[in-house]
């Protein structure tokens, strides 16, 4: 009697285990399924970095436009002398145009006096040299003067690049020392400039080692992080003797 008794309790406890293992289960597939229909909550996005007062300020944005106005009216009679003499001198265009990288990173098409028998705009593009054989015999002396440049007073207008930042570089010089340099994306805080702080510190010119592009770099920064407009003055003033007598112009 007492066996049978012990055999019932035996069957009930067994019984109530099974059923409680059962629940368990259930339960963490359950969990399981809920864990891996919720998705993960989103990291909390990286907050980006102010942007600087040498690209914010309407006080230099109207100093652009001003001043870029006004030069392409005075000098309008030289721009179509110089762009009947580069179609007179060899074939090709007057103008060339190259891809080259703004402010926050933006692709914009640059203008120049073409000065060279070559129009390179892809991924493999070289540094002007002293005494590259590229450039044309007109070239040699826009480019002494800085002439070739002149075009450009139609992107400051247009908003692509200021009167005084740092000079852009081909897209594929961007991407080839973007990768050795690293501060040189800082470079991309500002608009790019006619002239520079790095040109009238004597860094511009043939790039035959790393360190010079470094040079360039580190002047360009430490504009955009001290500029005022009493800063773009000064490098304007500074500018004007370079295009009669610059040795690194070429």
Same mark, same amino acid.
């Given at each position: 009697?007492?066996?049978?008794?012990?055999? $019932?309790?035996?069957?009930?406890?067994? %019984? +109530?285990?099974? @059923?409680?293992?059962? !629940?368990? #289960?259930?339960?963490? &597939?359950?969990?399981?399924? $809920?864990?891996?229909?919720?998705?993960? %909550? +989103?990291?909390? @996005?990286?907050?980006? !970095?102010? #942007?600087?007062?040498? &690209?914010?300020?309407?006080?230099?944005?109207?100093?652009?436009?001003?001043?870029?106005?006004? @030069?392409?009216?005075?000098?309008?009679?030289?721009?179509?002398?110089?762009?009947?003499?580069?179609?007179?001198?060899?074939?090709?265009?007057?103008?060339?145009?190259?891809?080259?990288?703004?402010?926050?990173?933006?692709?914009?098409?640059?203008?120049?006096?073409?000065?060279?028998?070559?129009?390179?705009?892809?991924?493999?593009?070289?540094?002007?040299?002293k005494n590259d054989a590229r450039i044309?015999?007109?070239?040699?002396?826009?480019?002494?003067?800085?002439?070739?440049?002149?075009?450009?007073?139609?992107?400051?207008?247009?908003?692509?690049?200021?009167?005084?930042?740092?000079?852009?570089?081909?897209?594929?010089?961007?991407?080839?020392?973007?990768?050795?340099?690293?501060?040189?994306?800082?470079?991309?805080?500002?608009?790019?400039?006619?002239?520079?702080?790095?040109?009238?510190?004597?860094?511009?010119?043939?790039?035959?080692?790393?360190q010079c592009m470094v040079d360039r770099?580190?002047?360009?920064?430490?504009?955009?992080?001290?500029?005022?407009?009493?800063?773009?003055?000064?490098?304007?003033?500074?500018?004007?003797?370079?295009?009669?007598?610059?040795?690194?112009?070429?």
């Amino acid at each position: 009697m007492f066996d049978a008794a012990s055999s $019932v309790d035996r069957q009930a406890v067994q %019984a +109530a285990l099974k @059923a409680q293992s059962v !629940a368990a #289960a259930n339960a963490s &597939a359950h969990q399981a399924t $809920v864990h891996y229909l919720t998705p993960p %909550a +989103a990291a909390p @996005a990286a907050e980006k !970095a102010p #942007a600087l007062p040498v &690209a914010t300020s309407a006080a230099k944005r109207m100093v652009d436009v001003i001043l870029s106005s006004l @030069a392409l009216l005075v000098f309008l009679p030289l721009l179509l002398v110089i762009a009947i003499a580069v179609r007179l001198e060899s074939r090709g265009p007057a103008l060339f145009r190259q891809r080259r990288t703004g402010l926050n990173g933006k692709v914009f098409t640059i203008f120049k006096f073409r000065t060279m028998t070559v129009a390179e705009d892809g991924g493999d593009i070289r540094h002007a040299t002293k005494n590259d054989a590229r450039i044309t015999a007109l070239g040699l002396i826009l480019r002494k003067c800085s002439l070739d440049e002149l075009p450009q007073l139609l992107n400051i207008l247009r908003g692509d690049m200021s009167v005084v930042g740092p000079r852009p570089h081909a897209i594929s010089h961007d991407e080839y020392y973007g990768a050795r340099i690293a501060a040189y994306g800082q470079r991309f805080r500002a608009r790019p400039g006619l002239t520079g702080n790095a040109q009238v510190l004597g860094f511009r010119g043939e790039v035959h080692e790393l360190q010079c592009m470094v040079d360039r770099v580190d002047a360009d920064n430490e504009y955009i992080e001290r500029w005022s407009l009493g800063r773009d003055l000064w490098i304007m003033l500074c500018t004007v003797p370079l295009m009669f007598r610059d040795p690194n112009a070429y």
